[in-house]
């Protein structure tokens, strides 16, 4: 039976409900409107070595002014240990997230070639030199870290005003780009390399565990570039697995010889600073290398951008995760800087992973969904498009950059052509489908 008195009491009681749902609805589009707006205000005004295939945000004085009050949020908790507050005996800082929600090791700059009215601001500013890295014979990374509180904003601001020749950015933060259970295996089981004369591929990963003998000889070198002990992770591992296992699958398991740089961070978060890749990629270009894997992403930095155009320029060829942050991820360096190679992952489907990042600089995909580490001791699902990057660099060191080659094929995936899922395609290595027959497969900047 109908009753009116109900039916009133019922929507006097949801009218409040659905005004706050509005409301939140309104604030969320309205805060999301001014973030779009500030991108594009960076986008407008960026000045990087960086690629135009993707927009990315570079800081400037508005949007500094704009968000420079905004709470700046502590996103990681490790143990005493393991976190310092900046004092002289200090090796590690919190991971935060800064005003543009990038994440940064708090209070830590890097100068590459500060003029000496830099480091002079640097010190009346109470940040104290932490190290320094020669990164080439004419370039010096400087690691700095404040004593106390610190607008690292303003500042980078103000050193670059005084010293435009320099470059000075915070130390940002990457992530590797693999998702898997809960799986580690004993830091005494790091790889010994062997001693030869050459490296052919570099990995820029985490340390290396404990390779089985008939893949641990195509290890020619390996050096940390952190300090503190290698991190509990299978992650570098298992890149260097998939690396040489598909070398082996093209018949040339005996030709592979890997430089490999452990980026890692100490402890059981596994995070990668910026500081670490600069300085292991300018690393292997010293060891002759001109292919590299890095099976990382995360965002643009103005020195890791300078690393990586200068290996790209010398020739080298820079394959790199194309991120697992899901179609509207935006920290997809460097895969999105111009010349590298960006894979994504696909399973054994040709199915996109589900977390995979979308844009243009996703140049190609490879299997790297529930990947098989077993041979190497690993008893779980492994997944991200970490695991796909070293099946396309393992192919690219067996028959260069370009993907015309005949034995090989690229699977069209997704819509017909070149697009922003899948790039080129899928590349398949069973040998068993057409090859791609466009004939000018070739990556940018080849």
Avoid at 89 to 105: H, K, M, Q, S, Y
Avoid at 111 to 129: D, G, T, V
Avoid at 139 to 147: E, P
């Amino acid at each position: 039976m109908f009753r009116p008195g109900i039916l009133l009491l019922g929507l006097l009681m949801i009218a409040p409900i659905m005004e706050a749902q509005r409301a939140d609805r309104a604030q969320r589009l309205d805060r999301l409107d001014r973030v779009h707006d500030r991108v594009a205000a960076r986008d407008r005004i960026a000045n990087r070595p960086a690629s135009d295939r993707v927009r990315e945000r570079a800081v400037t004085d508005a949007i500094a002014r704009d968000v420079a009050d905004e709470p700046v949020r502590e996103i990681q908790e490790e143990t005493a240990s393991e976190i310092r507050d900046g004092s002289d005996n200090t090796e590690t800082a919190p991971i935060i997230l800064d005003p543009f929600g990038d994440r940064v090791r708090r209070g830590e700059v890097l100068a590459l070639n500060p003029s000496a009215e830099a480091l002079a601001e640097l010190s009346r500013r109470n940040l104290r030199e932490v190290r320094q890295r020669p990164l080439s014979e004419s370039a010096i990374l400087y690691l700095f870290r404040s004593t106390g509180p610190a607008n690292l904003t303003e500042l980078l601001d103000v050193l670059q005003t005084i010293d435009p020749v320099g470059l000075y950015t915070p130390n940002h933060v990457f992530d590797p780009n693999g998702e898997s259970e809960t799986v580690t295996m004993g830091a005494e089981n790091i790889l010994p390399p062997p001693i030869k004369d050459a490296c052919n591929v570099g990995l820029i990963d985490g340390p290396i565990h404990g390779l089985p003998e008939t893949f641990r000889s195509a290890i020619t070198r390996s050096q940390r570039f952190e300090t503190g002990p290698a991190a509990d992770s299978v992650h570098g591992t298992t890149v260097a697995f998939r690396l040489i296992h598909t070398a082996g699958q093209l018949g040339h398991a005996d030709t592979i010889s890997v430089c490999a740089a452990d980026v890692f961070l100490s402890g059981s978060k596994e995070a990668i600073t910026a500081e670490a890749v600069a300085a292991a990629l300018n690393w292997q270009i010293g060891q002759g290398v001109d292919l590299v894997n890095a099976s990382l992403a995360g965002p643009h930095n103005a020195i890791v951008a300078w690393s990586v155009d200068r290996f790209v320029s010398s020739g080298g060829t820079l394959v790199a995760a194309a991120g697992n942050g899901g179609p509207l991820s935006r920290n997809i360096f460097p895969a999105a800087y111009e010349g590298v190679v960006g894979v994504t992952a696909v399973d054994a489907r040709g199915e996109l992973y589900a977390l995979a990042s979308h844009g243009a600089h996703v140049d190609i995909a490879a299997h790297g969904v529930n990947v098989d580490a077993s041979q190497i001791g690993i008893d779980a699902s492994l997944s991200g498009t970490s695991f796909a990057a070293p099946v396309v660099t393992a192919w690219i060191a067996a028959s260069g950059p370009n993907f015309d080659q005949a034995g090989h094929a690229i699977i069209d995936r997704g819509e017909i052509g070149r697009d922003d899922k899948f790039g080129l395609g899928e590349l398949n290595l069973s040998f068993e489908t057409v090859a791609y027959s466009a004939g000018q497969a070739q990556f940018p900047g080849r």
